[in-house]
């Protein structure tokens, strides 16, 4: 399976879902008339002073509705004391009955559950093979060992010190996540724990509930392109980018390794911009320095940036290589 054939997949989940649930529900009905004949002819009852009620209100008989609106109120009662207590069709999600989508009130457009949401994310997380680095990378197996008590002179600060400042901020990031609008962009070399960080940020709101999309930028310009350009070929062109704009928290790794178009330009500058108008948060980590970033971004996308994001350094030695080769200092 594939981007393009994710939403489609997740759709027949769904639908799978809900057929099953209808069939036990049938199942279950079949059951208690079976060992309540009374329900069945309640039932049969209710159904036939609906159709009288709507004849009723057609002919505008007013008393003949109150006295079927009585019997049939009656009727229910009636039911409900003869139901066994666990009798309800169970759903996995109470809000859509497993349908993936929710109708407020009618007449109003109907809206993509949470629980669809958050499925199609899962999806995307096992296309990527990110459920297995935040298995590995999260806040429970951070080391701050990797990091070097040597203090850097022109910083004027060890890069252990400086990972343990960015650890409190990226643990105060999920703590206050319902409190506090926030966005953060992680700055510095490769290997120096941006990613690491950024994981263990998703891990946490994932475990919490909250929606969450990790991508990096060269993968969300490809998604952008295509849907542009190969609408066609995508079963569901625009979930992916829809995702990108609702999901609670966005998480998009390594900016500035894309091969950037006007196309791409200006859509990462819309994603970004219509986040921030929404007050949905966003984690960016990027190798560029916010020099780098001025002369590689319009000022517009630099300028959102530089007044909505926490910009956070990182510095010192490559952590991976000594992961790689196991040079931990205690």
């Known amino acids: 399976m594939n981007y393009k054939n994710a939403y489609r997949e997740v759709m027949r989940?769904?639908?799978?879902?809900?057929?099953?649930?209808?069939?036990l529900h049938i199942k279950k009905r079949e059951e208690i008339y079976k060992k309540t004949p009374r329900i069945s002819e309640i039932d049969?009852?209710?159904?036939?002073?609906?159709?009288?009620?709507?004849r009723l209100a057609i002919s505008g008989d007013t008393e003949g509705i109150k006295k079927a609106r009585a019997k049939s109120d009656a009727l229910k009662e009636e039911r409900l004391s003869l139901l066994p207590k666990k009798s309800k069709t169970i759903y996995n999600c109470k809000k859509c009955s497993d349908t993936g989508y929710i109708t407020h009130s009618p007449g109003m457009p109907v809206s993509i559950c949470t629980c669809f949401k958050q499925k199609l994310i899962?999806?995307?997380?096992?296309?990527?093979?990110?459920?297995?680095?935040?298995?590995?990378?999260?806040?429970?197996?951070?080391?701050?060992r990797l990091f070097s008590t040597?203090?850097?002179?022109?910083?004027?600060?060890?890069?252990?010190?400086?990972?343990?400042?960015?650890?409190?901020?990226?643990?105060?990031?999920?703590?206050?996540?319902?409190?506090?609008?926030?966005?953060?962009?992680?700055?510095?070399?490769?290997?120096?724990?941006?990613?690491?960080?950024?994981?263990?940020?998703?891990?946490?709101?994932?475990?919490?509930?909250?929606?969450?999309?990790?991508?990096?930028?060269?993968?969300?310009?490809?998604?952008?392109e295509d849907?542009?350009?190969?609408?066609?070929?995508?079963?569901?062109?625009?979930?992916?980018?829809?995702?990108?704009?609702q999901v609670d928290l966005l998480v998009l790794d390594d900016l500035g390794?894309?091969?950037?178009?006007?196309?791409?330009?200006?859509?990462?500058?819309?994603?970004?911009?219509?986040?921030?108008?929404?007050?949905?948060?966003?984690?960016?980590?990027?190798?560029?320095?916010?020099?780098?970033?001025?002369?590689?971004?319009s000022e517009r996308i630099v300028s959102r940036f530089l007044g909505n994001y926490q910009m956070i350094?990182?510095?010192?030695?490559?952590i991976r290589v000594k992961k790689k080769y196991g040079c931990v200092r205690k």
Do not use: W
């Not at 049969?44 to 709507?54: F, P, R, T, V, Y």
């Not at 849907?227 to 980018?241: I, K, Q």
């Open 257 to 297: 390794a894309e091969i950037s178009t006007v196309v791409t330009s200006a859509a990462l500058f819309d994603i970004i911009n219509q986040r921030l108008l929404t007050r949905k948060c966003t984690v960016i980590s990027t190798n560029l320095t916010p020099t780098g970033l001025a002369s590689q971004y």
């Open 150 to 224: 040597k203090v850097i002179e022109n910083e004027g600060l060890s890069p252990r010190t400086n990972m343990e400042t960015n650890y409190k901020i990226a643990l105060s990031f999920v703590k206050n996540f319902d409190k506090e609008y926030q966005n953060l962009l992680l700055y510095g070399e490769t290997g120096l724990g941006k990613t690491f960080l950024s994981h263990c940020i998703a891990k946490d709101l994932l475990d919490s509930g909250r929606t969450v999309l990790y991508l990096t930028v060269p993968r969300l310009c490809k998604i952008i």
């Open 313 to 318: 350094k990182f510095f010192g030695e490559d």
């Open 13 to 23: 989940e769904f639908e799978t879902a809900q057929l099953r649930a209808e069939e």
């Open 227 to 245: 849907s542009r350009f190969n609408r066609d070929t995508l079963s569901a062109p625009d979930e992916m980018l829809d995702a990108v704009d």
């Open 44 to 54: 049969k009852s209710l159904s036939e002073i609906g159709l009288a009620l709507a």
């Open 122 to 144: 899962d999806e995307y997380y096992s296309l990527s093979n990110m459920r297995e680095v935040l298995r590995d990378e999260n806040f429970d197996s951070f080391d701050i």
